[in-house]
Structures are given as C-alpha cells and as structure tokens.
C-alpha cells in the first residue's frame, strides 16, 4: 500500500491493479478524455463489468468528497488526532459521531 500511495506507476501491484488505478486517475484528472477504449483497457487486463462499476462508485464517492471537504474548508487533524479519533470510532463506532434525528 505504501508503494502505490508513493508512485502507483512503480509499485509492485498486478496487472489489473495498475490498468484500473490508471484509469481511475484518468477519471479524477481529466474526465473528458475517458473513452470506450479505456473500458476495454480494463477488461482485456482481465477487469469485469462489476468490478469496474465497483471502482467507479468509490472514486466517485472520494471525489465527492474531496471536493466538498475542499469547499468548505474543512479541519484537518494532526497525524495524534486522526490516531485518536480513530480509536475512539473503533472502540465505539460511528454511531458517537452520527447526528441525531
């Protein structure tokens, strides 16, 4: 993990791994540009339908997000603080941090 965080392109991953990461920073930076060929990209390397939605929807979902945590500027902790609160939600799950109602 720490390799693909560091430079997906060198990262010693599989063939599928490396075509859909490819991919999916094509997406994120340039969407316009995205073509059936990409999907065929994917599923000559062995991606099925599925799997290739899947990856949509979480990138989707990451870019969303970014991008609205961007708008709004959101805080972000300290490294101590991410550690912390992720304690705290393993320990007592999401439901502490959900909104009543």
């Known amino acids: 993990m720490a390799?693909?965080?560091e430079d997906?392109?060198?990262?010693p991953v599989n063939e599928k791994v490396r075509?859909?990461?490819?991919?999916?920073?094509?997406?994120?930076l340039s969407p316009g540009e995205v073509s059936?060929?990409?999907?065929?990209?994917?599923?000559?390397?062995g991606l099925n339908k599925r799997a290739i939605e899947e990856a949509l929807y979480v990138c989707f979902l990451f870019n969303l997000i970014d991008?609205?945590?961007?708008?709004?500027?959101?805080?972000?902790?300290?490294?101590?603080?991410f550690c912390r609160n992720g304690r705290v939600l393993y320990t007592l799950g999401y439901r502490i941090a959900s909104i009543p109602g």
């Open 8 to 11: 997906w392109h060198t990262a």
């Open 3 to 5: 390799a693909v965080l």
């Open 67 to 81: 991008r609205l945590a961007d708008a709004f500027d959101f805080h972000l902790p300290t490294a101590e603080g």
């Open 36 to 45: 059936s060929d990409d999907i065929a990209i994917l599923q000559s390397a």
């Open 19 to 28: 075509s859909m990461l490819g991919f999916l920073e094509k997406i994120t």
